[in-house]
Structures are given as C-alpha cells and as structure tokens.
C-alpha cells in the first residue's frame, strides 16, 4: 500500500500545482486586462464630458467583477499551492521514507534468515 500511494500522491501534487498555476496566470491576465479597460475608461472620461450612464455603470460594475472574479482565482492558486500540491509531496516524500525503512529492515530480517537456515543446514 505504500507504493501505490506514493504514485497516487505524486500526480495529484502534480496536477495541484499545475492547476494552480494555470489559475495564478489567468487571474494575472485579467488583472491586466481590467487595468487595460480602466485606463481607456479614463481616456474616454477625459476627452467626452460625464454624462450619468446607465450602461457606464454597468460596464464599471463588469469590470469590477472581473477584477474581483481575478483576486479569487489568485486566492484559489494560493490555496492549491499551500494547503494542496505541497503538503501532498511532502507526504510523497515522508511515504518514501517509510518505504525505504520497511525495505531496509526486509533485508536484514532476509540475511537473518538465509544465516539461520545456513547454521540449520549445517546442525541436521
């Protein structure tokens, strides 16, 4: 059972991370691209009086969303990271260990008993 869960810990890590990663990067480009829109919103202030909008407000309630919809995907990349990918690689690493251990002693207990069956042999 060791084994096997260290190839099961090791891919999820994997793909933990990965995603986590993939999500850190798409909450980074729409930050940019909020910030894009905002600074030609701001042009677009400066070279037409403000005129109250209805549509104006709900583009700014868009990009508002999709600013906060990108704080939670960085949040969520975070989370994977910390509390997902790591902790099951140290876990991984920690089931290696113990894998090693229960080899090492299977060893000796092996070489104790081809000797003991050698000084059987040898008796009989």
């Not at 869960?5 to 729409?30: C, I, N, W």
């Not at 037409?48 to 407000?57: D, G, T, V």
């Not at 990271?81 to 790591?86: F, H, I, P, T």
């Not at 070489?111 to 042999?121: D, M, N, P, R, S």
């Amino acid at each position: 059972e060791i084994l096997s869960s260290k190839f099961f810990f090791v891919p999820v890590s994997d793909f933990t991370q990965q995603l986590g990663q993939m999500y850190e990067q798409h909450a980074e480009e729409l930050q940019m691209l909020v910030a894009n829109f905002r600074k030609r919103n701001g042009e677009l202030r400066k070279e037409r009086p403000a005129c109250p909008s209805s549509l104006f407000h709900t583009w700014e309630n868009l990009l508002q969303e999709v600013e906060i919809d990108s704080q939670a995907l960085g949040d969520i990349a975070s989370i994977l990271g910390r509390q997902v990918s790591r902790p099951l690689l140290e876990r991984s690493f920690h089931r290696k260990m113990q894998s090693r251990k229960v080899f090492s002693h299977r060893e000796s207990y092996e070489t104790i008993i081809a000797k003991t069956e050698e000084k059987l042999a040898k008796v009989c």
